[in-house]
């Protein structure tokens, strides 16, 4: 039973597309999270969700939305890729977060190149 | 302003030997979280350990042990025994609200 569970795994597309990536949870937990991780490994917050609701948009550029339709999806649309796109996403859950001490989960990642 | 700072890029050791992965935190809130995760090359993020900033107590969990030290705002990560397996990239982060604060991470290879 997968808990975080991510699609696609593999993401491969020319620049100016644009692209969605889906992210599920059946853990039962109402915050969500998406991370970059770049070429260097370096991991960095781009949104939090709590219940469905946005609390955190860290300086991230608006060709990539985030959408929650339900508290266990959180998926990421990316608008005009750019070569700078291309990087490791990363899902991400937690018990109703407060003042980060909650664990957070994370699914496998999505490996995004862009051409 | 909060940051979490792993100075130790890449370390390389020979299987069996001992290794500690140092992480150094700042932070001006009273009560805070501290985190390691392990990525292993298939690229995955393992929770390994929560530990809370009131309970300085060291963890041991079989071959991996945790010495958190609040007066040198430290939290490091040692394996005793190394194996192969234990080669990955591991990441200390720092609990904030509505997110982690990641360190840079430290590959660690354990050479057979």
């Known amino acids: 039973d997968t808990a975080v569970s991510q699609t696609p795994k593999y993401l491969v597309t020319q620049m100016g597309n644009d692209k969605s990536i889906k992210c599920e949870q059946n853990?039962?937990?109402?915050?969500m999270y998406w991370y970059k991780q770049d070429s260097k490994k370096f991991l960095k917050i781009m949104f939090s969700?709590?219940?469905?609701?946005?609390?955190i948009n860290e300086t991230v550029p608006n060709r990539f939305s985030p959408k929650s339709p339900d508290k266990a999806h959180l998926n990421l649309h990316i608008n005009s890729l750019e070569l700078g796109d291309s990087a490791v996403y990363f899902c991400?859950?937690?018990?109703?977060?407060?003042?980060?001490?909650?664990?957070?989960?994370f699914g496998p990642g999505t490996r995004l190149l862009v051409l | 302003a909060q940051k979490v700072t792993q100075a130790q890029t890449e370390i390389s050791v020979v299987e069996k030997e001992d290794v500690t992965l140092d992480c150094v935190y700042e932070?001006?809130?009273?009560?805070?979280?501290l985190f390691w995760y392990k990525q292993p090359p298939s690229g995955e993020l393992v929770f390994l350990i929560r530990?809370?900033?009131?309970?300085?107590q060291n963890e041991i969990s079989g071959r991996y042990s945790w010495n958190f030290q609040k007066s040198t705002s430290s939290f490091n990560f040692t394996i005793t025994a190394s194996q192969v397996v234990d080669s990955a990239v591991y990441f200390c982060?720092?609990?904030?609200?509505?997110?982690?604060?990641f360190g840079t991470g430290t590959r660690l290879k354990v050479l057979a």
């Open positions: 991400a859950s937690s018990i109703q977060e407060g003042q980060g001490e909650e664990t957070q989960y």
């Open positions: 853990l039962g937990h109402d915050t």
């Open positions: 969700y709590n219940n469905k609701e946005l609390i």
């Open positions: 932070t001006r809130d009273t009560t805070y979280y």
């Open positions: 530990r809370n900033s009131f309970d300085e």
């Open positions: 982060a720092l609990g904030g609200t509505y997110k982690y604060i």
